[in-house]
């Protein structure tokens, strides 16, 4: 039996502040698709931007997954919020000294 490829459901980057070194931007970035159990899977990375995204030594990358709600407007706001907090997580792991 073949498995269906994962559905996507959001993806949403969001430039935080400008760092050092170089003045790169980083970059919190959240994925969400229904993989072909149903479940939510929402990856989360951070990342420094200064043309081309590389990985920074602050934020792990996080997968998590989620019972699969009934509408994709359900999981949409599922997403959203777990962006919203990743945000807020990422601007704690950050040192202070990075931000310009």
């Not at 430039?15 to 149903?38: D, F, M, R």
């Not at 699969?68 to 601007?91: C, K, N, Y």
């Amino acid at each position: 039996m073949k498995l269906k490829s994962a559905s996507a459901i959001a993806n949403a980057e969001t430039p935080l502040q400008y760092a050092e070194p170089s003045y790169a931007t980083i970059l919190a970035h959240t994925q969400a698709s229904l993989n072909s159990k149903g479940l939510l899977k929402i990856e989360q990375r951070c990342y420094l931007s200064n043309g081309v995204k590389t990985d920074q030594p602050w934020v792990r990358p996080q997968i998590k997954f989620a019972p699969g709600l009934s509408s994709e407007d359900e999981m949409l706001a599922v997403a959203q919020t777990m962006h919203q907090r990743f945000l807020i997580h990422t601007r704690h792991q950050v040192p202070d000294e990075c931000f310009v």
